[in-house]
């Protein structure tokens, strides 16, 4: 019997209480990690909350888990004992279906949520399928490399998708957790960066991360003083906005691509998109190759999450410091 110990929540909306959980045998293309550092991301207070109507309980949350191989399935591949490997949102997929077939193992209909049916990584090891666990490259700075494993490859996903040039014009709406890591991989990559945020305080806050322009998106003058000119908007809030008015700073063929959890529909008028070919879109996280790709440009370009730490043992404390939007910028808890 393999066991594992982790910060489990019992029933929706309650607190964290560390319990014990057998794992059973690992299977044959499994590899267990012990973890070091798990960032918390606001996914985990949605599913702890169940606010998708998704959530099994109990569970252990926890899905962008830092740490070291300890065990490898006898089908495991391409990963050794005592690695360095980083687990996101996915800790599985069928590997033979059309989706993970062609690369979009993040589409597979199978998929398999690390916190989903599954205990996450606030805990002292973590499971996951030999594909998603993402060998982390020599030189990352591990403990802030969490929070790149679904908060980070979200925003650079469609970057990656999309083929935003380096000359585009990117709006990233929300400087919170999402929105300061967006701002750094767009900066980095050589766009022309525009940060809305509701926030007159963290407008330095988002020069300082790359943004060139910051717009407050309660003014809807400033809000139109920007009409027509962006390629690219990414929101990464999940809260209801004024979206005619933000679909109408895209350029012609411009693309506003959603990552922030909106629960309330989004309103479109056909026309805004017909008369300019613009498009709207969205994305979950990214295929295992596109995490390393983002591991990658992360690393050589050294852009560091801004974290926050706490001990894992702390979980509590850490998630109602998220619940409370006082995180600066994302939180990260240490084994």
Known sequence: MSTMQGWAVQEGGKPLVLAEFDLGPLGAEEVEVAVDYCGVCHSDLSMINNEWGMSR?????????????????????????????????????????????????NLCPEVQPTIGGH???????????????IPLPDGIDLPSAGPLLCGGITVLKPFLAYNISPTARVGVVGIGGLGHMAVKFARAWGCEVTAFTSNASKADEARSFGAHNVVS???????????????????????PLDWAALLGTLAPRGRMHVVGGVLEPIP????????????????????????????????????????????????????????????????????
Request: with cysteine.
């Open 119 to 133: 205990h996450g990584g606030f805990a002292d090891k973590v499971r996951s399928h030999w594909a998603w666990a």
């Open 268 to 335: 479109v008028s056909a026309f805004a998109l017909i008369l300019t070919e613009r498009e709207v879109s969205g994305s979950p996280t990214g295929a295992p190759v596109d995490i390393a790709t983002l591991l990658d440009y992360a690393t050589r370009h050294d852009i560091r999450p801004q974290v926050e730490m706490f001990p894992m043992s702390d979980v509590n404390a850490a998630l109602k410091h998220l619940e409370e939007g006082k995180a600066r910028y994302r939180i990260v808890l240490k084994a």
């Open 217 to 239: 998106s309660r003014d809807a003058n400033a809000i139109a003083g920007i009409a027509g000119s962006l390629d690219l908007l990414l929101v990464t809030v999940n809260v």
């Open 57 to 105: 309980f109990p569970f252990v949350p926890g899905h962008e888990v830092v740490g070291r191989v300890t065990a490898l399935g006898p089908q495991a591949k391409g990963l050794k004992v005592g690695q360095r490997v980083g687990i996101g949102w996915t800790a599985g997929s069928c590997m033979h279906c059309h989706q993970c077939l062609s690369g979009h193992h």
